[in-house]
């Protein structure tokens, strides 16, 4: 009887997971794979390759090059739906970090003052693909 | 031929893996270490994993390469972050503001 139980138990919490996952599967998953996203990720390798190159030359270089400084930038020019993309962007090219990202503002910590002068000109904020740009 | 070019992309590779580690002893805080730390994520995983896509038969093996490195690409800045953020809101300071604080001190 307690077997069977379990059984029924079991029955019906594989049925009731099925229907949800029928749920999920009906949802419309849009995966944003247009040209402008690959040449944003072209460009972005591209941009790695150069940073890695620079903290590179400031590892094996002298101490006395290195002057690691923290700033603010607005994040108000980059669409919502893009600010991940954007925030993991920076972290991923050597010698810039997002270190905090709110409504307003990314805080970046950065190995020297030229790259986050870099930052600053909004280049990569300018590339970040998005939707509905301008519109945040 | 194939087989020069992708020793050439290990080799390259396990340079910019060691320039890594060496940074993170080399380096003076901890900001500056997750910096170093990113060389290796970053340009050290592609060149590696691009050596290795050039040594199979480009057939599965490739492909699963190739998502390895697409979710290292998205993960390991995010670890980073999540790294970075909880010293920040920790209270860590960066070497400058540690200078800083010094200067207004001594003042």
Redesign the interface.
């Known amino acids: 009887m307690l077997l069977l139980a379990f059984g029924i138990i079991s029955v019906a919490l594989v049925l009731w997971l099925l229907h949800r996952m029928n749920n999920t599967d009906a949802e419309i998953q849009k995966l944003a794979l247009n040209l402008s996203f690959i040449r944003y990720t072209m460009w972005l390798l591209g941009q790695v390759v150069l940073s890695s190159l620079t903290v590179t030359r400031l590892v094996w270089g002298s101490r006395k090059e290195l002057k690691p400084t923290i700033g603010k930038l607005p994040v108000n020019k980059v669409p919502k739906k893009s600010r991940v993309l954007y925030a993991n962007s920076i972290t991923l090219t050597p010698g810039t970090l997002c270190i905090d990202i709110d409504n307003e503002n990314v805080t970046i910590h950065a190995l020297n003052e030229e790259s986050l002068h870099s930052l600053k000109r909004g280049d990569m904020a300018d590339k970040v693909p998005g939707e509905n740009k301008g519109v945040s | 031929m194939i087989e020069i070019i992708s020793s050439v992309f290990l080799i390259v590779g396990a340079f910019?893996s060691l320039?890594?580690a060496?940074?993170i002893f080399?380096?003076?805080?901890f900001?500056?270490r997750?910096?170093?730390a990113?060389?290796t994520?970053?340009?050290s995983t592609?060149l590696i994993i691009f050596g290795l896509i050039l040594r199979t038969d480009f057939d599965l093996v490739a492909v699963k390469l190739l998502f390895i490195l697409i979710f290292m690409?998205?993960t390991?800045?995010?670890a980073?972050?999540a790294l970075?953020?909880s010293a920040?809101?920790g209270g860590l300071l960066?070497?400058?503001?540690t200078r800083s604080d010094k200067k207004v001190g001594d003042d």
């Open positions: 910019f320039t890594g060496v940074g080399k380096f003076p805080d900001f500056t997750v910096h170093a990113s060389v994520d970053s340009i592609i690409l998205l390991s800045p995010t980073s972050h970075a953020k920040r809101h960066t070497l400058a503001e």
